[in-house]
């Protein structure tokens, strides 16, 4: 069974950190582009971070650039979303999904459904 198992979130305050995880399980890792993506109430769900499956490229949204930080570890079949600075804004569910990535942009190539995500919560 292909899935995508986000975890990692919580509560933060302003200006903290945390690190996301997306285990995947039921494909091989090192034949897909990962990304990221949010939904904070009321919005859209939006892509916001994807690295490539020969880590040539990685991508990231203009809001969330130079804060946070997507990795890759393959042999743990896991993708990691290092967030450092969080703003309150940043409150939303993650998620993660198979992508097609380049430098400049991202596009959901769906292997599975959506997960659950996992809640990110950065109080002021």
């Known amino acids: 069974q292909v899935q995508l198992v986000e975890s990692g979130g919580g509560l933060v305050q302003s200006g903290g950190s945390l690190r996301l995880s997306c285990a995947v399980s039921g494909f091989t890792l090192d034949d897909y582009d990962i990304g990221w993506f949010r939904q904070a109430p009321g919005n859209e769900r939006e892509g916001i971070s994807c690295i490539d499956r020969r880590v040539d490229f990685t991508y990231y949204v203009d809001s969330v650039k130079g804060r946070f930080t997507i990795s890759r570890d393959d042999a743990e079949n896991t993708v990691y979303l290092q967030m450092n600075s969080l703003k309150p804004e940043d409150t939303a569910v993650y998620y993660c999904?198979?992508?097609?990535?380049?430098?400049?942009?991202?596009?959901?190539?769906?292997?599975?459904?959506w997960g659950q995500g996992t809640q990110v919560t950065v109080s002021s």
């Open positions: 999904s198979t992508v097609f990535c380049s430098g400049a942009y991202m596009l959901r190539t769906p292997r599975a459904p």
